[in-house]
């Protein structure tokens, strides 16, 4: 069964160092989204694409988040500097398109800043 | 912010009974959505019913979707330890990314 790829599975980075992540979306999902879990809550939206554009990135820390999906197909995520706050899951996930149903989230990528 | 909210935050339950999990949400959707999230792992999607559906059943698992109370249930029949997990709800508008709740632990006992 195809798999939202996602790397590294954990991070462990000091604050104001930078960090990326990862992610292979499912063959031929137009849809790509970045999600943040911290603890105990629910996924929140970072950002999302429809192929290589920037659909949604109202809640994306622009002063130092940037995400990119240059070809449409995998993408990145970084965090320059990272924050203690930072701390959280990141989460990718895909979906054939953008019409609200189901997506495919990957296993996440555990950061712990200190 | 998160559209939909779960309740309870936490349940704790016996294998062989059931569970039910309430979700409510804020705006009109298309449709409503529950996950699934082993601990430290990636959701797993469960289940999706549409606006104008009322019930759905997938295995053990029935959801029902009460539009005009804004408001969805889960229910997990014959609980399984292997159950244990965090259920998410996620609700779907018209061009707009899906927006999860903060989810139920839900603890299964052997």
């Known amino acids: 069964e195809a798999e939202v790829a996602q790397s590294p599975r954990y991070k462990i980075t000091e604050k104001s160092q930078a960090v990326a992540f990862w992610c292979d979306p499912i063959?031929?999902?137009?849809?790509l989204y970045w999600y943040r879990q911290i603890l105990g809550q629910g996924p929140e939206l970072l950002v999302q694409?429809?192929?290589?554009?920037?659909?949604?990135d109202s809640q994306l820390p622009k002063d130092r988040f940037s995400a990119e999906r240059l070809k449409g197909v995998d993408s990145t995520l970084k965090i320059q500097p990272a924050e203690l706050g930072d701390s959280a899951m990141y989460l990718c996930?895909?979906?054939?398109?953008?019409?609200?149903?189901?997506?495919?989230f990957g296993e996440g990528s555990w950061l712990t800043v200190v | 912010s998160q559209q939909g909210e779960e309740d309870p935050q936490a349940l704790s339950i016996q294998e062989g009974e059931n569970a039910t999990m309430n979700c409510s949400y804020k705006?009109?959707?298309?449709?409503l959505q529950w996950y699934r999230q082993n601990s430290g792992r990636g959701l797993v999607h469960l289940i999706l019913?549409?606006?104008?559906?009322r019930e759905k059943h997938s295995g053990r698992l029935r959801v029902t979707l009460d539009t005009s109370k804004k408001s969805s249930s889960l229910l997990i029949t014959a609980s399984r330890a292997a159950d244990t997990a965090s259920y998410f709800c996620?609700?779907?508008?018209?061009?707009?990314?899906?927006?999860f709740g903060k989810g139920t632990r839900l603890s299964v006992i052997a």
């Open positions: 996930a895909s979906s054939l398109d953008a019409s609200g149903n189901t997506i495919y």
């Open positions: 019913i549409r606006s104008n559906e």
């Open positions: 996620a609700s779907s508008r018209r061009n707009t990314p899906l927006v």
């Open positions: 694409f429809q192929d290589e554009s920037v659909v949604d």
């Open positions: 705006t009109s959707i298309n449709n």
């Open positions: 063959s031929g999902h137009a849809t």
